[in-house]
């Protein structure tokens, strides 16, 4: 599985999906290229093969069926805890398979798989 994270993902919730997943790849977008516009960003995604990562709705429902597909972090991120809970929970079940061509949402309380 292949992720591009979105700068406003920290760094720290990267190493832990890495740790947990050695089988993922990630890259925060500002690894790549400092400033990256969105449809650079949409560029690298398709190129690459890649999911986004993303705490930003309104960019992850412009690119969501432009790409294979979103993760949409749909709550606010009260401490880093709580984002790396969310995200590894959802990230330790499922398969590239599984997201593919999907917008996933994951909330504070749910995940929702569109």
């Not at 990256?36 to 986004?52: F, G, H, Q, R």
């Amino acid at each position: 599985m292949r992720i591009i994270a979105d700068e406003n993902i920290p760094i720290s919730i990267l190493k832990e999906i890495k740790n947990t997943r050695k089988d993922i790849k990630i890259l925060r977008i500002d690894e790549l290229k400092k400033d990256m516009n969105e449809d650079e960003i949409i560029e690298i995604c398709i190129k690459y093969d890649c999911s986004l990562l993303t705490f930003n709705k309104s960019f992850a429902e412009k690119v969501g069926s432009k790409i294979k597909s979103v993760i949409l972090l749909d709550f606010t991120p009260k401490s880093l805890k709580l984002i790396k809970e969310r995200v590894l929970k959802f990230l330790k079940t499922k398969s590239n398979e599984d997201i593919k061509g999907k917008f996933i949402k994951i909330r504070e309380e749910s995940i929702i798989i569109e």
